[in-house]
C-alpha cells in the first residue's frame, strides 16, 4: 500500500510545516496547524493566487467579508436547506459514515447486508438520514433561535452580499471579478487524508459577473486559465492533473455546470478545484429573501440585468497538499528526501552557511544575509555538517544553498548549491540576487 501520506505527515510535522491541532491533549480531530515552514508555504500560494486575480487582472478587485454573517443568508443561499450530507450510523461501534460512500444511490442499498469498514458487524446501520454540514453558534450573551449564527461554509456568499457595494465603489462594468481568500468551516461527518479534507479551512474564490448569455463563454476561459495556473505558477505535473466534469446527480443545488480541478493523490484522483456556472441562483435568491434590488445597471444599452456568476473555488489547504504530494522526491541514490517545490512558493529561498564558526566566515555570511533579506525569505544555519544542512534544507524544499569559505572572504565569491541536482558552482556574491530571482520567475 502507498505510505505517501504517512511519510508526507511525518515529514511536515519534523520540519515544521504542520502540525495537529492541539496536540498536547492528544490532537483535535479535521483541524490543523500550520508550523513556522508551513504558514511560508501557504502565504507564498494565497498571494500568488491573489496576484493572479487582483493584479494580472484589471477587472477583478479584492474583498475581505466576515466570517459570521446575517442568518438569512444561508436561508437564501440554500444552505440551510441543502447543504446536507447522507449520515448512516453503525449501531454496534459507533462510527459514522456517509452514506454516499458506499453507493452513490445509498437510498436503493440493502443496508442490512452492509459490512460495518470498522467492527466488521452486519445488518447493524441505521438508515441514512440528512445532516447539515454548517457550523452553528449563538451571537450575544443570550443563547436562543434568536441569537442563532453560522460559520460561513464558504466565502462566496460575502461576495455576492457585497457585490453591488464593490462594484459602485470601484465603478466596475460587467464583466468584473470579486476574490477573496478566507476561513470556511464544514462539520464534515468524515475527515481523512490529512489536510484534504478537514472541518476548518481556507478558500480562494472568485466570482465573476458576465451578461446572461455570455456565461458559457466565461466558464470556458476560466476553466483554461485555472487549470494553467497549477502548470505554469505552482509548476505541478502536468500529468497529475485533469478535469472531471460533474454529471446531474454530483451538481450543488446552485450550478447549471460544473467542472472539478482533479490531482492524482496518493489516495487516487480527488477535487482540488471547482469551476462552477451559478448562474443568477444566488442573486435572485438574495433578492427575495432581503428585499433588495441587485440586479446591475449597465449604462451603455440603458439596461438593468441580474447577471450571471461563474465561480472558481480553490482550497487553499489542498493547493497546499498537491504541492507537497507533488514536490516529494525520494533520491535513493544519495538517501535524501526533497522536496522539489518551485522556487517561487519554496517557504525558504536560500541557506547560508559559513564552512566554519571562525576566521570571519560568520561574518562574511551574515553580511550576504543582510543584502538578501530584505528582498527573500533567507535563513543562517552554522550547525553541524556542511551536508547535513543541506539535506535539512532539502527536506524544507530550499532551492539553494549558499556556503561562505576561506575563499570567500578573499574574493568575494561562494558556493551555490543547487537543490535537485545537488550541483555546485562558485559565483560572485553580488550574482546570488540575480540566480535567486530569475529561478523564482522561471515558468
Ligand atoms: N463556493 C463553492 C464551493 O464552496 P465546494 O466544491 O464545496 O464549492 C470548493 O468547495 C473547494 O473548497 C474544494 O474544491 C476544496 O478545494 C475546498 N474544500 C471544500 N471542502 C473542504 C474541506 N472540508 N476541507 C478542505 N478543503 C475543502
Not at 490532537?27 to 508555504?41: Q, T
Not at 466565502?155 to 478566507?182: C, D, E, H, S
Request: with cysteine.
Amino acid at each position: 500500500m502507498d505510505n505517501t501520506v504517512e511519510k508526507l505527515v511525518s515529514l511536515c510535522k519534523r520540519r515544521g510545516f504542520i502540525f495537529q491541532s492541539s496536540d498536547i491533549y492528544g490532537g483535535f480531530s479535521a483541524v490543523y496547524d500550520y508550523g513556522p515552514l508551513g504558514i511560508e508555504l501557504k502565504n507564498n500560494i494565497s498571494q500568488l493566487w491573489w496576484k493572479e486575480m487582483t493584479q494580472h487582472n484589471e477587472n477583478i478587485v479584492g474583498l475581505d467579508s466576515g466570517i459570521l454573517m446575517h442568518p438569512k443568508v444561508w436561508e437564501a443561499s440554500g444552505h440551510i436547506g441543502a447543504f446536507n450530507d447522507p449520515l448512516v450510523d453503525c449501531k454496534q461501534c459507533k462510527s459514522r459514515y456517509r452514506a454516499d460512500e458506499f453507493s452513490d444511490d445509498f437510498n436503493s442499498l440493502d443496508w442490512s447486508k452492509i459490512q460495518c469498514p470498522n467492527c466488521g458487524s452486519k445488518d447493524c446501520f441505521t438508515e441514512p438520514r440528512q445532516f447539515n454540514l454548517m457550523f452553528k453558534t449563538n451571537v450575544g450573551p443570550v443563547e436562543d433561535s434568536g441569537t442563532e449564527a453560522y460559520l460561513r461554509p464558504e466565502t462566496a456568499q460575502g461576495i455576492y452580499v457585497n457585490y453591488l457595494l464593490v462594484q459602485g465603489a470601484m465603478r466596475l462594468k460587467i464583466p468584473f471579478g470579486i476574490a477573496q481568500v478566507g476561513k470556511a468551516f464544514r462539520n464534515e461527518i468524515v475527515a481523512r487524508n490529512f489536510i484534504f479534507r478537514t472541518r476548518e479551512f481556507e478558500q480562494m474564490e472568485m466570482q465573476y459577473f458576465v451578461k446572461p448569455g455570455t456565461d458559457d463563454d466565461a466558464m470556458h476561459e476560466w476553466k483554461e486559465s485555472r487549470f494553467q495556473f497549477y502548470t505554469h505558477h505552482l509548476g505541478i505535473t502536468k500529468t497529475k492533473l485533469r478535469f472531471h466534469q460533474h454529471g446531474a446527480n454530483e451538481l450543488a443545488h446552485y450550478a447549471k455546470e460544473a467542472w472539478d480541478i482533479e490531482y492524482e493523490f496518493p489516495f487516487g484522483w480527488s477535487e482540488i478545484e471547482g469551476v462552477h456556472n451559478r448562474t443568477d441562483y444566488d442573486l435572485v435568491r438574495h433578492e427575495e429573501f432581503s428585499g433588495k434590488k441587485l440586479s446591475y445597471f449597465d449604462q451603455l444599452n440603458n439596461e438593468r440585468f441580474l447577471p450571471y456568476i461563474v465561480e472558481t473555488s480553490a482550497g487553499l489547504n489542498r493547493m497546499l497538499l498537491t504541492v507537497l504530494a507533488d514536490s516529494y522526491w525520494e533520491d535513493e541514490e544519495n538517501n535524501r528526501i526533497v522536496m522539489k517545490l518551485h522556487p517561487r512558493i519554496a517557504p525558504i529561498k536560500a541557506v547560508i552557511c559559513p564552512l566554519v564558526k571562525k576566521d570571519g566566515l560568520p561574518d562574511k555570511a551574515r553580511t550576504i544575509m543582510d543584502m538578501l533579506k530584505n528582498d527573500f525569505k533567507i535563513i543562517y544555519d552554522q550547525q553541524g555538517s556542511i551536508g547535513k544542512r543541506y539535506y535539512r534544507q532539502d527536506e524544507a524544499g530550499t532551492p539553494f544553498g549558499i556556503t561562505v569559505d576561506h575563499q570567500s572572504i578573499e574574493d568575494d565569491t561562494v558556493t551555490i548549491r543547487y537543490r535537485d541536482s545537488q550541483k555546485q558552482d562558485r559565483c560572485s556574491i553580488d550574482k546570488i540576487k540575480d540566480i535567486i530571482s530569475d529561478s523564482i520567475n522561471k515558468i
